[in-house]
């Protein structure tokens, strides 16, 4: 017993000691990404530049059939978020525009800088949980829940959000029933659509 207690102290402290060896991993975006990440950056040949990211710069705007521009900045485009297990996203929605259902591996915060939403997420027990967000509010998605956020005021909106995770994923429900290579009677079956519906909204996303 007193054995293994010694060998759970020595993996702790191997662990710790293993964790702080680097101050920071910027991420190297020329080698593979790993289930961890990406591989470290030379530290001799970091810049204060890459701890800079200017993507949120600047008007963005609402470019697809949603009605919304959605900039990310997860680590394989900022890559000094890589192994602190965070990112950012810049949402910009125009009048009624929508970021529709969708899930990612990780929890997220989000907080309105400009305009007026509706946003919320759906648990496990199909309860939703909803609210007209103003300027200032912050509201959290718990880890890979179905959420979602629609413009209601009379301008365009925009919102940051952060995540816990450097490379949280994105999986739009829509997107992922009819913009991608799942066969329309497959899509018709499991969303209780008519073929008609289905086709529409294959032809929607030019998978028709």
Known sequence: MRNLSFFFVFCLLSS?????????????????RGPEGYACKDPAEVTTDDFVYTGFR????PNNVFG????????????A?????????????AIGGVIPVHSHR?????????GSIIAGFIDTNNTAYYK????GDVMVFPQAMLHFQINVGKTPATAYVSLNGANPALQLTPTA?????????????ITLLSHKEVMRMKRIFGTA
């Open 16 to 32: 710790l000691s293993h964790a702080i060896e680097l101050d920071f991993c910027v991420g190297d975006l020329s080698l593979p």
């Open 58 to 61: 600047g008007e963005k705007t």
């Open 68 to 79: 919304n521009n959605v900039t990310l900045a997860f680590s394989d485009v900022f890559p």
């Open 81 to 93: 978020f890589n192994g602190l297990g965070i990112s950012m996203a810049r949402l910009d929605f």
């Open 106 to 114: 990780t929890s997220e915060v989000l907080l309105l800088v400009k």
């Open 132 to 135: 007209r967000l103003e300027v």
């Open 177 to 189: 029933l009819f913009a991608g290579n799942l066969p329309a009677d497959i899509a018709q079956d």
